[in-house]
């Protein structure tokens, strides 16, 4: 069946019409950054007329989903340099023809993205999706939240004017949805980020692997019977039904340490009582930037 003009066609979902794509959002997210950023921007397609159905890796495992679309949204964090290793692997396990024709990409991080966003339009150019636009959206850092200083504030906000830009986005994707023939913009390859090779994706995701991911563990005295969100399936019962973490697939999103109520995961006693980004941390963020947002001109 021959692409329609703009928007998709797919299983379960309202076909388009000339004035309303379907452009699904896809994200993995760890603590809920990007989570919360795929949302908003879900949401200002939605405030266009564009049906902008929010998809998570996890829950969404079926690529087909995405395979008769035209234009997908995907949004990655950035874990050492490179995009979140759940996303890649669900990309890599696509059978063929599964992903969206066109993908607009977007990395969520706290210092600079590195390669991340050319990694996955590599990624995804492998299986055949192009990528036609991207963006980064700097915000709370969830690593160094638990290993820098507290009083480093910066740490725990997004960037300024953070309503406008993801409004802009959405905007920008909106309007590739009206251009089936926009050429392919991959995300280009920073010349600078080897330079933080070493520093970051030696160093310091050694130091996570090798340090600090077999430490996380349930703290007892903190945990009552709930069971250890982890996407990657880390976390089985041990003795007395408490969660033991095997870390041997960690891909270190740290979700299990932000997400478990009362901080009752950690991995070490130091950073016991440092605070979490919790879902709680991300409801009141989602009020500040949502109230910011600049009308959405109808025309
Ligand atoms: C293990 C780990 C490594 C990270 N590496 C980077 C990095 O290299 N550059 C960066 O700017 N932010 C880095 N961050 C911060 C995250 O990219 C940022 O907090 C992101 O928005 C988290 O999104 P999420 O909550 O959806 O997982 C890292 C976070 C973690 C947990
Ligand atoms: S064990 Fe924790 S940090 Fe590792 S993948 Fe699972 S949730 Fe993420």
Same mark, same amino acid.
């Given at each position: 069946?021959?692409?329609?003009?703009?928007?998709?066609?797919?299983?379960?979902?309202?076909?388009?019409?000339?004035?309303?794509?379907? @452009?699904?959002?896809?994200?993995?997210?760890?603590?809920?950054?990007?989570?919360? @950023?795929?949302?908003?921007?879900?949401?200002?397609?939605?405030?266009?007329?564009?049906?902008?159905?929010?998809?998570?890796?996890?829950?969404?495992?079926?690529?087909?989903?995405?395979?008769?679309?035209? !234009?997908?949204?995907?949004?990655?964090?950035?874990?050492?340099?490179?995009?979140?290793?759940?996303?890649?692997?669900?990309?890599?396990?696509?059978?063929?023809?599964?992903?969206?024709?066109?993908?607009?990409?977007?990395? &969520?991080?706290?210092?600079?993205?590195?390669?991340?966003?050319?990694?996955?339009? $590599?990624? !995804?150019?492998?299986?055949?999706?192009? &990528?036609?636009?991207? &963006?980064?959206?700097?915000?709370?850092?969830?690593?160094?939240?638990?290993?820098?200083?507290?009083?480093?504030?910066?740490?725990?906000?997004?960037?300024?004017? @953070?309503?406008?830009?993801?409004?802009?986005?959405?905007?920008?994707?909106?309007?590739?949805?009206?251009?089936?023939?926009?050429?392919?913009?991959?995300?280009?390859?920073?010349?600078?980020? =080897?330079?933080?090779?070493?520093?970051?994706?030696?160093?310091?995701?050694?130091?996570?692997?090798?340090?600090?991911?077999?430490?996380?563990?349930?703290?007892?005295?903190?945990?009552?019977?709930?069971?250890?969100?982890?996407?990657?399936?880390?976390? $089985?019962?041990? =003795?007395?039904?408490?969660?033991?973490?095997?870390?041997?697939?960690?891909?270190?999103?740290?979700?299990?340490?932000?997400?478990?109520?009362?901080?009752?995961? @950690?991995?070490?006693?130091?950073? $016991?009582?440092?605070?979490?980004?919790?879902?709680?941390?991300?409801?009141?963020?989602?009020?500040?930037?949502?109230?910011?947002?600049?009308?959405?001109?109808?025309?």
């Amino acid at each position: 069946m021959p692409r329609p003009e703009t928007g998709i066609v797919r299983r379960g979902l309202r076909p388009y019409d000339k004035h309303m794509a379907c @452009i699904p959002v896809m994200f993995f997210s760890g603590s809920g950054s990007t989570a919360l @950023i795929a949302e908003l921007i879900a949401g200002r397609l939605a405030a266009r007329g564009h049906d902008a159905p929010l998809l998570s890796v996890e829950q969404n495992s079926d690529p087909g989903l995405l395979g008769a679309c035209d !234009l997908a949204v995907i949004g990655t964090p950035t874990y050492h340099n490179c995009p979140a290793g759940t996303l890649l692997d669900w990309i890599a396990r696509w059978p063929p023809g599964a992903g969206p024709a066109r993908a607009f990409l977007f990395a &969520t991080f706290g210092l600079y993205t590195g390669n991340a966003p050319h990694l996955l339009g $590599q990624a !995804l150019a492998a299986r055949g999706v192009r &990528t036609v636009g991207h &963006t980064g959206f700097r915000g709370p850092a969830s690593d160094s939240v638990m290993m820098l200083p507290a009083w480093i504030g910066f740490m725990f906000r997004y960037e300024r004017r @953070i309503a406008r830009r993801i409004d802009t986005a959405a905007g920008q994707i909106a309007a590739l949805a009206e251009q089936p023939d926009a050429p392919g913009r991959l995300p280009p390859r920073r010349w600078y980020a =080897p330079l933080d090779h070493v520093p970051n994706r030696v160093i310091a995701r050694n130091r996570f692997r090798r340090r600090l991911a077999p430490g996380l563990r349930v703290l007892p005295g903190r945990w009552q019977g709930e069971a250890v969100d982890c996407p990657r399936g880390c976390w $089985q019962a041990g =003795p007395g039904g408490v969660p033991v973490c095997d870390p041997a697939d960690c891909d270190f999103c740290l979700r299990c340490v932000h997400r478990s109520p009362r901080r009752a995961v @950690i991995w070490d006693a130091a950073m $016991q009582d440092r605070p979490r980004l919790d879902p709680a941390f991300y409801a009141a963020r989602r009020a500040e930037i949502a109230a910011q947002f600049p009308p959405v001109d109808a025309g």
